[in-house]
Structure formats: structure tokens, C-alpha cells
């Protein structure tokens, strides 16, 4: 059984998978990892992540840290699910380097729509504590969803209406 994700773990596995890696690349960490790595949660149940740009060295990687360290590591972004906001690369927070990978948090704007979209409580909970701790602003949120409501014909389980509503919602929450 896999174990679940702590600050600590996290730590393991960024080092862990910078190890030996000899291709710059940027990895952004998603959800649960920016929770836990913020202290709003003290687990996640997987590493979810973006490499920029794709590295088969660390792709090979992965398998082998996911049995290493027991944990759950999984390929998923904001852009799996909506449209890609405007300049998310550079919105991201840099979290640290080790060796030729630089740790990021994944454009916590696109975390955010991407959580309201999905709309489970916990991802819910998740946008509450990005407002509350002031990392995004409800009048940017509602921006970058005008920014990429036309791209959103090529999600078709999307409906614009309905994800503005939920939206609006969490913003009210």
C-alpha cells in the first residue's frame, strides 16, 4: 500500500528525483503536493506534476521513485483539464532547485479554476485557502476564466455556463 504524502515525503522525492539528472527541466507540482508544501494540508494521496520540457531521463525516473518511495505519482495539470491560462509558466512559484530541476507550484490561478471545475469539496476547500491566504484574487480568477472560456470547446464535458456559475460560487464561499 502506497504511503501518504507528507511535507517530509515531499521533500524525499523532490531530492530523490533530482538526483543524478543531467537535463534541465522545470517540475511543477499540482494540488495536494502545493497544499501540503503551503501547510494547509499535512498529506496528499499522490504527487501530481508537469515537467517542462518533457524529459525522457526523468519520465524513466518516476516508475522507479514511485516503488522506492512507496508513494503515488501521477502526470496531471491544470491543462489536462481546462483550456492552458495565459503566462502560467511565469505565474509559477518557485519553490527550489535541486540540481538541474527547479521545483515550481504550478500557476496557482490555474490550479484554482481547474479545482472548481472538478468541484470536490477538498479541491474546494483547496481554492478557499488560495483566497484566504491571499494567492489569488477572486477579480483575477474570474479574469483568466474570461481569457479561456473560448478554448473551452475543446473540453466537451465542460459547460461554460455551469463552470462560470461554479465559479462564481467558490469565489462567495
Do not use: C
Not at 537535463?23 to 494540488?31: C, E, M, N, P
Not at 477572486?138 to 473560448?150: S, W
Not at 465542460?158 to 463552470?163: G, K
Amino acid at each position: 500500500m502506497r504511503q501518504k504524502v507528507t511535507a517530509e515525503r515531499m521533500d524525499e522525492f523532490m531530492l530523490a528525483l533530482a538526483s543524478g539528472i543531467t537535463t534541465a527541466s522545470r517540475v511543477f507540482l499540482v494540488g495536494g503536493a502545493t497544499a501540503v508544501l503551503l501547510g494547509w494540508r499535512n498529506s496528499t494521496v499522490d504527487v501530481d506534476l508537469k515537467i517542462v520540457p518533457e524529459s525522457d531521463e526523468i519520465l524513466r525516473r518516476l516508475p522507479t521513485l514511485k516503488e522506492h518511495l512507496q508513494i503515488n505519482i501521477e502526470l496531471a495539470a491544470p491543462d489536462d483539464f481546462i483550456p492552458e491560462l495565459p503566462a502560467w509558466q511565469e505565474r509559477s512559484r518557485f519553490i527550489r532547485q535541486e540540481g538541474k530541476l527547479t521545483f515550481l507550484h504550478y500557476d496557482f490561478y490555474a490550479q484554482a479554476l481547474a479545482k472548481i471545475e472538478r468541484g470536490h469539496e477538498t479541491d474546494l476547500r483547496d481554492v478557499q485557502e488560495l483566497l484566504d491566504r491571499k494567492l489569488i484574487e477572486p477579480e483575477a480568477v474570474l479574469n483568466f476564466f474570461e481569457r479561456i472560456k473560448d478554448q473551452l470547446y475543446k473540453y466537451p464535458a465542460i459547460d461554460e455556463a455551469s463552470f462560470r456559475r461554479a465559479i462564481e460560487t467558490a469565489l462567495k464561499r
